[in-house]
């Protein structure tokens, strides 16, 4: 089983929607979770950062951790279109350099 | 703008050729990272490098070497290449005791 699991999707929503992205995981060693976003042909650039269970908000994105079950999730509301991308979650023990990401999940939000 | 460029940003070579990839960061940090992203396989880490002399593999680093040439710059090389290095190669920058990592816009090479 790998470490860090998340469906490559791809995933095509209308505009408007709200889309739910997610990873689960099986170390209980990581203590930092993140959401990089990488548009095409550029490198990924973090999008949420969070370390404890609970939900963090920044605008239209809610990032969600839940330790307990292992899993993570990114919420984006009123999704636009310049939010077509693709989504990896990251996840750290707490070494402060070596990141575990999962495989990316592609999202096209159609106008 | 502090930024982390990487060159070229493509290359297509052949079978046993050496070629080198090179990072360059104005952001001042002292660790930098290569890694590169496969199809359905995301981000694997190849070498990572704290400060000039403190240098390390990472998962994948069998078929890489690096060089840490200045605190700015940071260079993989491929000694011998071969098709299954066919893939998207990003180098990427922190700072001491911070998880964000920055990436540059990434180099595509194609091994023939």
């Known amino acids: 089983q790998k470490e860090v699991e998340q469906d490559p999707g791809p995933l095509s929503v209308p505009e408007g929607a709200i889309v739910s992205l997610n990873c689960t995981y099986s170390n209980s060693a990581f203590q930092y979770f993140m959401w990089y976003r990488q548009y095409s042909r550029k490198g990924p650039e973090l999008l949420m950062y969070t370390y404890s269970s609970g939900n963090k908000e920044d605008g239209r994105f809610t990032a969600q951790v839940d330790k307990s079950s292992k899993y993570i999730s990114l919420f984006i509301r009123d999704s636009q279109p310049s939010d077509s991308a693709t989504y990896l979650c990251?996840?750290?023990?707490?070494?402060?350099?070596?990141?575990?990401f999962g495989k990316g999940t592609l999202l096209t939000v159609n106008p | 703008d502090a930024d982390v460029t990487q060159t070229p940003r493509n290359r297509i070579t052949k079978t046993g050729k050496r070629i080198m990839l090179e990072c360059s960061q104005t952001?001042?940090?002292?660790?930098m990272y290569w890694y590169r992203q496969d199809p359905g396989l995301g981000l694997q880490l190849i070498y990572y490098s704290f400060d000039v002399k403190d240098i390390n593999k990472g998962e994948i680093s069998d078929g890489y070497s690096v060089s840490r040439q200045a605190q700015a710059k940071f260079s993989l090389s491929l000694e011998s290449a071969i098709p299954n290095q066919t893939a998207l190669y990003f180098c990427?920058?922190?700072?001491?005791?911070?998880?964000?990592?920055?990436f540059g816009p990434g180099t595509r090479l194609t091994v023939l």
């Open positions: 990251a996840m750290d023990r707490g070494s402060n350099y070596k990141l575990t």
């Open positions: 990427a920058t922190s700072d001491f005791n911070d998880n964000e990592q920055f």
């Open positions: 952001k001042g940090h002292d660790r």
